[in-house]
């Protein structure tokens, strides 16, 4: 069903430009080439998702191949442990780019050669403008920019002067190559771009070979021609430099033209996507790190426990467009417990533990229920779960003086205990300050599985732990890291819409002895409680840490309201 459901939406505006290529043979071989080109510079989010399945999907579909190409032109902001984060998320969504493996630095020389050309042919010069000085000679939108008194220098010097760029004879910011093209064009990306600038910075892959860098607008473009790329997706910012990029692909000795067509990005209330914004976070230790389970990352979601699945179905709904737009967070939250409710294992598990004592059940005595681990798979499994005579419930489950509708546990009011028996409340133990320590309840022995000689209904029914049993865990219990639609719309400053509350932390959980069993990247919903998962890093087998991955049901809503927003 699900592939006929696929099968029957309509063709976005990528595939229908991209059928219309194969059908007219625009393809080289008849073969689409797509890349995923992220910057190292921080951890992929999820805005990324929607260009990696845009990217990987639509080789897939169409039998093409997508390249992985890491953009590694800003030594100074890049590192191996973002290389590696990018590779991880992209497997983890289950795209591979096999051998098809690259890096702008592998074009250096390349790039360098093309340069040399550029400046030879006149259609490139060196260019001694401060930032501040070529941000007054470019213009403005309104105004034309003016030439740099550079602008005319022999073929000869230029050669001179980038050879000693090359060679590190000039510091930083002092120099720059620039694109000879118009500087009075409308587009202002297309009055004399740099090429080149110096860069004293160690190079994750060139080393110290190098200390001029090609700039993106030169280098991208350049790199897709060379490796052959068809159709260059990318997001809607990148639409002004389409004429630079079109400049760049017809430069002489570029044998393949691609061509670049932009998509609307992904955009979510409550969620930031700039990496800038996200690594302050990260440096002044307002999360615990790019993966903490409360980022827009994918490597973020992933500990948090949504899966690839989910993420996948996310993106796909959102469709893809040339518009922007603000996507709902509660839509990304739907489609995650969509996924889940159909694959995550059912466990009782209490929070907040307020102890049952059963005074007439046998001391030392230990019964065994089934339970079914996911009610929504017909191919569901079961696992017992230990009874005994010290229970706890959710306090929330528990009240001394019931307030009108209220069908939970009370003095003298029966109740179902899910799965085992119904018990009535007797008695409460307290302590010298009247904080509740116990309840002390009777139960029916003929009341096991929910049933009952008399026939008789309750109207209530809790989740329980054995107290001598359980699992004692720590749970956290995470929520949207920003408590604004927009963060920092009403201030100018994001920092000032940060969630009090997107964090807290139950040291002591009881959860049934089953929730041992847990491993990292196994899905689970604690029975009214939530969906969780294992936490992938500090979790272990002498400390066991569950994160809430969402809620059972959207409560932001009812957040809102509280917290008057």
Not at 59 to 87: Q, V
Not at 472 to 492: I, S
Not at 550 to 557: E, G, I, R, Y
Request: charged share 30%; net charge negative; with cysteine.
């Amino acid at each position: 069903m699900e592939n006929e459901k696929n099968e029957a939406r309509p063709l976005n505006f990528l595939e229908k430009i991209i059928e219309d290529d194969l059908k007219n043979g625009r393809v080289p071989d008849n073969k689409i080439v797509t890349r995923f080109p992220p910057e190292p510079n921080g951890y992929l989010h999820i805005g990324h998702i929607k260009s990696i399945c845009i990217n990987f999907g639509l080789a897939e579909k169409y039998g093409g191949r997508c390249h992985l190409r890491l953009d590694d032109t800003n030594p100074a902001k890049e590192e191996t442990e973002y290389i590696d984060s990018i590779k991880e998320d992209i497997k983890w969504l289950g795209f591979d780019w096999g051998k098809y493996e690259f890096y702008a630095s592998d074009y250096y020389d390349q790039l360098y050669e093309i340069a040399i050309n550029l400046i030879k042919e006149g259609k490139a010069y060196v260019d001694e403008l401060s930032a501040e000085e070529m941000k007054e000679y470019r213009g403005s939108l309104t105004e034309p920019g003016k030439n740099s008194p550079w602008r005319d220098r022999s073929v000869e010097e230029n050669l001179r002067l980038f050879e000693e760029m090359k060679k590190g004879k000039y510091p930083e910011g002092s120099l720059t190559l620039r694109a000879k093209i118009d500087m009075a064009s409308p587009n202002i990306n297309m009055r004399d771009p740099a090429l080149y600038r110096i860069k004293y910075a160690h190079h994750p892959r060139t080393g110290d070979k190098w200390c001029i860098y090609p700039m993106y607008d030169f280098t991208h473009p350049i790199s897709d021609a060379i490796e052959g790329i068809t159709h260059s997706i990318c997001t809607l910012e990148f639409e002004d430099h389409r004429p630079a990029y079109d400049w760049a692909c017809s430069i002489d000795g570029i044998e393949h033209t691609p061509h670049q067509y932009e998509f609307a990005r992904l955009n979510i209330n409550y969620l930031l996507m700039s990496k800038r914004k996200l690594l302050y976070l990260v440096n002044n230790h307002l999360v615990s790190g790019w993966d903490d389970p409360r980022m827009p990352t994918i490597s973020g979601v992933r500990r948090r426990g949504y899966s690839p699945e989910a993420m996948k179905d996310f993106v796909s709904r959102v469709g893809v467009a040339k518009v922007e737009g603000v996507v709902d967070y509660s839509l990304m939250e739907f489609c995650v417990r969509e996924d889940l409710n159909k694959r995550a294992k059912r466990l009782m598990a209490v929070l907040d533990p307020l102890k049952i004592v059963i005074d007439n059940y046998p001391d030392g005595k230990v019964e065994y229920f089934e339970a079914e681990d996911n009610p929504e798979d017909e191919n569901s499994k079961k696992h017992k779960i230990a009874f005994s005579k010290n229970l706890y419930i959710e306090k929330e489950d528990f009240m001394e003086t019931p307030v009108k509708g209220y069908h939970r546990l009370y003095p003298g009011n029966e109740i179902r205990l899910k799965y085992a028996y119904y018990i009535k409340a007797n008695s409460i133990e307290k302590d010298e300050n009247g904080n509740i320590l116990a309840v002390h309840c009777t139960y029916d022995p003929e009341s096991r599985g929910g049933t009952t000689a008399d026939g008789r209904k309750v109207k209530g029914t809790s989740h329980w732990v054995s107290a001598d049993h359980a699992l004692v865990a720590e749970v956290r219990q995470y929520d949207k890291l920003f408590k604004a639609e927009c963060p920092g719309a009403a201030t100018g400053n994001y920092l000032d819409d940060l969630n009090p509350d997107s964090l807290k932390v139950i040291p002591a959980a009881y959860i049934e002895e089953e929730g041992a069993k847990a491993k990292v990247g196994d899905y689970l919903q604690f029975i009214r409680n939530g969906y969780y998962c294992v936490d992938m890093k500090d979790s272990s087998a002498e400390h066991m840490v569950f994160n809430r991955t969402c809620t059972l049901k959207d409560s932001w809503a009812k957040q809102k309201a509280k917290m008057g927003l």
